[in-house]
């Protein structure tokens, strides 16, 4: 009797597990965005390309960051991005009023890679009210003494806003493998959370997009040298970005590695060619305001009958 007991309460647990799955399996499909499909502007540029579709392994060996399509100079773009600017400056006002979902953009790149370039270019027109960026660096000890994303996960946008990461929870998997700071086992088991931590936001009304900006190692060499020659760039420059550099393959292979395992459904990453700073930037525009437009934010109505109200002299 005692074993049929048993038996009757793990056939529970097991419906109830499954039926929990099914559930969230169906809620993420409801918030999952294709937004290249709810365009009705022609696909230039061609953005969907650079999707990783999940179970798609990449190679990133076989990327090409020169790519630009039939685009040839800066010049090319100009119209197009500054329409981009304009519908993310909109869509933007009517998430912020609307105020019951938000946008998390992940930008990851080498060193030189862009990041700092792509925030000024593409959210030039944004509402600083309704946006916030985010640049994760060294953990301080309070950081250290928490669980690796307990500091991300406190940066997390807030209804109604967009929040970019310049670096993000991604660094866990990528800095702390190359340079070995935890062992093997403890950051591959950091995908798996990973993805969970996503899905738990898009569970919660967080849209999340993620860019992966990547540069030629000749191109790498290329930046970095001009930050050596221009004063206005010195700044810029540590001797530690010449030790990183050192470690490219292992760069590259970690973030292939990363991209491969947490490229989902509802949290895409993208590889974004970006030799060409000003295509990096049109891909990068466009595909965040069909986001947008794919989420539909729309103006709150008047909570009150307002079509009586005068106001007073």
Not at 34 to 61: H, Q, W
Not at 92 to 116: C, F, H, P, W
């Amino acid at each position: 009797m005692q074993k049929d007991k048993s038996k009757s309460k793990n056939s529970s647990k097991t419906v109830e597990s499954s039926q929990t799955k099914e559930a969230t399996s169906s809620a993420i499909e409801q918030v999952t965005l294709f937004p290249e499909t709810t365009s009705d502007r022609p696909l230039k540029p061609d953005y969907p390309r650079y999707r990783v579709e999940p179970g798609n392994l990449i190679n990133l060996a076989d990327f090409d960051a020169d790519l630009c399509e039939s685009y040839r100079k800066k010049k090319d773009i100009e119209e197009e991005l500054a329409y981009q600017r304009d519908r993310l400056g909109m869509l933007q006002e009517r998430l912020y009023a609307e105020n019951k979902r938000s946008l998390l953009i992940v930008l990851q790149a080498m060193d030189t890679g862009g990041k700092d370039g792509t925030i000024k270019q593409v959210f030039s027109g944004v509402n600083p009210q309704g946006c916030r960026v985010w640049s994760f660096k060294h953990p301080s000890l309070e950081e250290s003494n928490h669980d690796f994303l307990w500091r991300y996960h406190s940066r997390t946008p807030q209804k109604g806003m967009i929040t970019i990461f310049n670096r993000s929870h991604y660094e866990d998997v990528l800095i702390v493998r190359v340079k070995k700071l935890v062992e093997d086992e403890i950051w591959q088991k950091r995908y798996h959370i990973i993805n969970d931590f996503e899905q738990m936001l898009t569970l919660s009304n967080i849209t999340i997009i993620k860019f992966f900006l990547h540069i030629s190692k000749a191109e790498q060499k290329q930046r970095l040298e001009s930050r050596l020659e221009n004063p206005d760039k010195l700044w810029k420059f540590s001797i530690n970005d010449v030790n990183e550099r050192k470690l490219w393959d292992d760069y590259q292979s970690a973030y292939q590695d990363a991209i491969n395992n947490c490229s989902t459904a509802y949290a895409p990453w993208y590889v974004v060619p970006a030799n060409k700073k000003w295509y990096r930037n049109l891909v990068i525009a466009r595909a965040i305001a069909d986001t947008l437009a794919a989420m539909n934010p729309q103006y709150p109505q008047a909570s009150a009958d307002i079509t009586n109200i005068k106001i007073p002299d």
